[in-house]
């Protein structure tokens, strides 16, 4: 499947359908995904409802880690996530917006670059910077317009850090705040890199390169391999 690259401002002249399409890594067709979405969204007809639904199961059925592979398209398929129950804000993305395919709902990923300014020290340390390239998330299209949702951080990886949970209702986006509720500085969206029909890896891991640099990416390429044992 081509990848497409969306400007923000020119999705709405899309026919919603052509975002409905699998890929290797969208992997709507596989059967594992196909029954946890249906075991998901099961007595639900409401498309709305469905979506809610998905948007949690993922948020919080799927646990976030920074430490994940992701060098190679397999890394990143939804039966990948699914099977491993952990993923990055990228990975968990994917498996939401082909969730919500299987079910009929166009999606998009969107990358963006943000500051987190509450990152633990050692992600700081992990990545060099608090600033987190290519962040992603989702547009679905729900009753005639686009909505946008980021599932990344679990409940338990809030109440552990003490960040904002991200809920979702099915008609207003959920996506990071700039503030928590104390007031406290949380998410700066820096730069919208555009939507996406399915994963640009190369582009993805060219932003890393350049923002985390060349030998830190190949360490941690090398420090997944082998904890992987790939």
């Not at 709902?105 to 020290?121: G, Q, T, Y």
């Not at 608090?130 to 951080?153: E, Q």
């Not at 994963?199 to 990416?217: A, F, I, N, T």
């Amino acid at each position: 499947m081509q990848v497409y690259k969306i400007p923000v401002e020119r999705l709405g002249e899309i026919d919603p359908s052509v975002f409905l399409a699998f890929s290797d890594v969208l992997d709507g067709e596989n059967p594992d995904v196909r029954k946890w979405v249906k075991r998901v969204t099961e007595g639900t007809e409401n498309q709305m409802e469905k979506a809610v639904k998905l948007f949690y199961a993922v948020r919080d059925g799927i646990r976030y880690t920074m430490y994940a592979p992701f060098m190679y398209r397999k890394d990143y398929a939804a039966s990948s996530i699914l099977k491993r129950g952990e993923g990055y804000c990228v990975q968990k993305a994917i498996l939401l917006a082909t969730a919500y395919r299987v079910e009929g709902i166009p999606s998009v990923l969107i990358f963006a670059d943000i500051k987190n300014h509450r990152a633990p020290e050692k992600a700081r340390e992990f990545m060099g910077t608090d600033v987190f390239t290519y962040h992603g998330y989702v547009a679905l299209h729900l009753n005639g317009r686009w909505v946008k949702v980021t599932p990344a951080f679990d409940r338990e990886t809030c109440r552990k850090a003490d960040y904002p949970t991200v809920e979702f209702d099915g008609k207003n986006g959920a996506i990071f705040p700039e503030k928590d509720k104390k007031g406290r500085k949380f998410i700066t969206y820096l730069k919208i890199h555009g939507e996406y029909s399915d994963l640009p890896l190369e582009e993805l891991l060219e932003s890393w390169r350049k923002v985390y640099g060349e030998d830190k990416v190949k360490l941690w390429k090398k420090a997944y391999e082998v904890f992987y044992g790939e």
